[in-house]
């Protein structure tokens, strides 16, 4: 079992700064990637950055040059640096993981969610 556990979310104005953190625990192995995900009211989730385990990182044009990917392998926690937030940024933000159990099962596990309203 992998768990993942966000945290940073919360309400901030057009154009200010938040910084989501995502934490995995349990019986890892290894990780070889982790992702945020967004979810907004009606809409289905969408990709916002992945990052491998070698660094290469990928962000869905929308977020490119605002938003930062980051991973602390040692820790096994990926963090999003999000910058000139706008109000279509608002929505629930999910962590995934992908990688091996230390029973070398693949596991993708799916953290709770972090809301990030940014007003207008």
Known sequence: QVQLVESGGGLV?????????????GRIFS???????????GKQRELVAGIINGGSTNYADSVKGRFTISMDNAEN???????????????????NAAGRTTSQRAFGSWGQGTQVTVSS
């Open 13 to 25: 104005q057009a154009g200010g700064s938040l910084r989501l953190s995502c934490a995995a625990s």
């Open 31 to 41: 990780i070889n990637a982790m992702a945020w995900y967004r979810q907004a009211p």
């Open 77 to 95: 926690t990926v963090y999003l640096q999000m910058n000139s937030l706008k109000p279509e940024d608002t929505a629930v933000y999910y962590c």
